[in-house]
């Protein structure tokens, strides 16, 4: 019995984890859609953090896809003169992504609309709890990744 416990646990926790975010990632995505697409925001995002640019696998590991999955996106931002690709002084087979001026200012504006909507979204929850449901979630990631990495021996 204890199992079928733990399991409908588990699942029930998942489940109220996965609504919570997409109701949050659809308010955001139609927060930044007068701006540019989810994706692109991310890639831009990522970019703005960076001054000296990344390059695809840099920024692939930090949205977690693939850096083919980036290259429709950023060939779009390049095409609309938001990102700069230049060769990488390091390795000239790489490419370096900037953003350019006009990238900084549509990012920044997309940002502020982002962090307003989301602050909203949230504000129904006391700060206290906010950092409470941070730290659970930490401890989640962590759990989860010893797991997988365990999984994979």
């Given at each position: 019995?204890?199992?079928?416990?733990?399991?409908?646990?588990?699942?029930?926790?998942?489940?109220?984890?996965?609504?919570?975010?997409?109701?949050?990632?659809?308010?955001?995505?139609?927060?930044?859609?007068?701006?540019?697409?989810?994706?692109?925001?991310?890639?831009?995002?990522?970019?703005?953090?960076?001054?000296?640019?990344?390059?695809?696998?840099?920024?692939?590991?930090?949205?977690?896809?693939?850096?083919?999955?980036?290259?429709?996106?950023?060939?779009?931002?390049?095409?609309?003169?938001l990102v700069r690709r230049s060769v990488h002084p390091a390795d000239r087979r790489a490419f370096r992504l900037t953003l350019t001026p006009k990238g900084r200012r549509l990012v920044r504006r997309a940002q502020r609309r982002h962090?307003?909507?989301?602050?909203?979204?949230?504000?129904?929850?006391?700060?206290?709890?906010?950092?409470?449901?941070?730290?659970?979630?930490?401890?989640?990631?962590?759990?989860?990744?010893?797991?997988?990495?365990?999984?994979?021996?």
């Amino acid at each position: 019995m204890r199992r079928a416990a733990d399991r409908h646990l588990a699942v029930s926790t998942w489940l109220r984890l996965l609504h919570g975010y997409a109701v949050i990632e659809r308010e955001l995505r139609r927060a930044v859609a007068d701006h540019c697409t989810f994706p692109q925001f991310d890639v831009l995002s990522q970019l703005d953090r960076e001054r000296d640019g990344l390059t695809f696998v840099e920024l692939s590991r930090r949205l977690l896809v693939t850096a083919g999955n980036l290259t429709g996106i950023v060939d779009r931002l390049h095409a609309e003169g938001l990102v700069r690709r230049s060769v990488h002084p390091a390795d000239r087979r790489a490419f370096r992504l900037t953003l350019t001026p006009k990238g900084r200012r549509l990012v920044r504006r997309a940002q502020r609309r982002h962090h307003r909507v989301l602050t909203a979204l949230l504000a129904g929850m006391p700060a206290r709890d906010l950092r409470v449901l941070r730290r659970l979630l930490d401890r989640l990631r962590a759990s989860a990744a010893a797991h997988a990495v365990r999984g994979a021996r």
